[in-house]
């Protein structure tokens, strides 16, 4: 539901509709940004056909994302969802994937028109970001393994999985959008790491307890990062000369 920041919809409106589809229990129903600053609130309704949601949306803060995109500026919030956070790349997939219900001054269909092509400065930011995000969390990662710290080397794992993860989905020129499936998105990719989803499941399966085991699987995801620094070729460069 986008609105202009000048002139935003009624609250009440908002509420007033989705108790008129609420199906038992009286559906939830956020004030603008009550939920954070990317997911800037919308309602929870459970409806007698499934579960909706309502989600904010403020052209202004979209289409500012979008420029800012374009020239290669990314940024990610942590806090706002779990389980890696909120990626600004999500406003670009939302608005080149949606399907505009009302959109009478084709608002829509101009930030649609900007995110027809996925920008080389984005791609460009995020492999040499996440890429050397992920070199640097292994050396924590080696030193957490080495002394038998699982809960740090097991943070280490997850944190590398979801860089190698927004590094293909940049490599491959495809917006991410969600963490939900977003898996299975990436092996209909034609630039994949064989068996990537596979391997990587695995891995996060089955990290081990003793320093012998966490190094194991710190190696294994090691190699499988390895994979995704060959295919960016000569996007990505480290930042500084680290020895594993």
Known sequence: MYYAEAAPFPIADIRRVAQQY?????????DFYEWGP????????????????FLYRSFEHVEQTIQEAQQGIISHDYD?????GFYNVIYLAETHICLP?????????RLKQAVAVYPP?????????????????????????AVGDVYNTVGCLSRLSGYLTQALY???????ISNKGALETLSQCRLYPP??????????????RTEEQLSVTV???HTLWQEVVNLAGALYAPRYPLRF
Do not use: C, M
């Open 38 to 53: 990317w997911v800037n609130g919308g309602a929870w309704i459970h409806t007698a056909v499934g579960k909706v949601d």
């Open 80 to 84: 706002q969802q779990p389980p890696f």
């Open 195 to 208: 068996d990537y989803s596979a391997q990587l499941s695995q891995i996060l399966a089955h990290p081990g």
């Open 170 to 176: 940049a490599l491959t020129s495809s917006y991410f």
């Open 101 to 109: 219900l009302f959109d009478p001054h084709a608002a829509l269909a």
């Open 219 to 221: 190696n294994k995801l």
């Open 22 to 30: 609420s199906d038992g229990d009286p559906p939830i129903v956020a």
């Open 121 to 145: 400065e984005l791609q460009q930011a995020i492999v040499v970001r996440t890429l050397w995000g992920a070199e640097f969390t292994f050396l924590f990662a080696r030193k957490f393994a």
